[in-house]
């Protein structure tokens, strides 16, 4: 099996990339991860993923690449990273009794082929919150780094109606099944 490289430096992805048992180093992809005017959610989340792996793997020719992105929005209004405590509140405050839709792309690139890709739609409900609830949720959690602002595998769980998905660790920052699926595809052995 060539070397496999995850084209992120997040904690979160690699984590779940952990999961799967197989050796990996990751590698941080240099990308404007600025949308373009008028670019859909599902759009940016392929086109970002596609661009990491491929960033990546032009430089480290020999290894399979993954690449990840997550969009976030609610009420068709992208959420981003919040990066500060105030804005994490805002974005929760933003959210409370409403959807929120986590688009969640994977793509698998090497050197000299074409890249596969994959798209996870996975929805949240989020309950009525009250601005002390959300307070006292940032302050324990400090969920600045997590589109969103929570982070659903924590305390974050306690924030929502349900959750739907065709795979749970979609929400976290690597949809698993279908990383799984690209890997199998392109050879990998996997149970």
Same mark, same amino acid.
């Given at each position: 099996?060539?070397?496999?490289?995850?084209?992120?430096?997040?904690?979160?992805?690699?984590?779940?990339?952990?999961?799967?048992?197989?050796?990996?180093?990751?590698?941080?992809?240099?990308?404007?991860?600025?949308?373009?005017?008028?670019?859909?959610?599902?759009?940016?989340?392929?086109?970002?993923? &596609?661009?990491?792996?491929? %960033? #990546? $793997?032009? +430089? /480290?020719?020999?290894?399979? =690449?993954?690449?990840?992105?997550?969009?976030?929005?609610?009420?068709?209004?992208?959420?981003?990273?919040?990066?500060?405590?105030?804005?994490?509140?805002?974005?929760?405050?933003?959210?409370?009794?409403?959807? &929120?839709?986590?688009?969640? %792309? #994977? $793509?698998? +690139? /090497?050197?000299?082929?074409? =890249?596969?890709?994959?798209?996870?739609?996975?929805?949240?409900?989020?309950?009525?919150?009250?601005?002390?609830?959300?307070?006292?949720?940032?302050?324990?959690?400090?969920?600045?780094?997590?589109?969103?602002?929570?982070?659903?595998?924590?305390?974050?769980?306690?924030?929502?109606?349900?959750?739907?998905?065709?795979?749970?660790?979609?929400?976290?920052?690597?949809?698993?099944?279908?990383?799984?699926?690209?890997?199998?595809?392109?050879?990998?052995?996997?149970?």
């Amino acid at each position: 099996m060539p070397p496999l490289v995850l084209a992120s430096t997040s904690r979160y992805r690699a984590q779940l990339l952990a999961r799967l048992g197989l050796p990996f180093e990751s590698v941080r992809p240099e990308v404007d991860e600025r949308p373009l005017p008028g670019e859909p959610p599902a759009t940016l989340a392929l086109r970002l993923a &596609a661009a990491k792996a491929g %960033a #990546v $793997a032009a +430089a /480290r020719p020999d290894a399979l =690449v993954l690449g990840s992105d997550q969009v976030a929005s609610c009420d068709g209004r992208i959420l981003g990273k919040p990066g500060n405590r105030d804005a994490a509140i805002a974005q929760l405050q933003r959210m409370s009794g409403r959807e &929120a839709v986590f688009l969640t %792309a #994977v $793509a698998l +690139a /090497r050197a000299g082929e074409p =890249v596969e890709q994959a798209l996870d739609t996975t929805t949240v409900r989020v309950r009525h919150l009250s601005a002390d609830e959300i307070v006292r949720y940032v302050d324990a959690e400090s969920p600045l780094d997590c589109a969103g602002s929570f982070k659903s595998e924590g305390l974050g769980i306690t924030l929502f109606e349900s959750i739907e998905s065709r795979d749970p660790t979609a929400l976290v920052g690597l949809p698993l099944i279908a990383t799984v699926r690209l890997l199998r595809a392109r050879g990998v052995a996997l149970p």
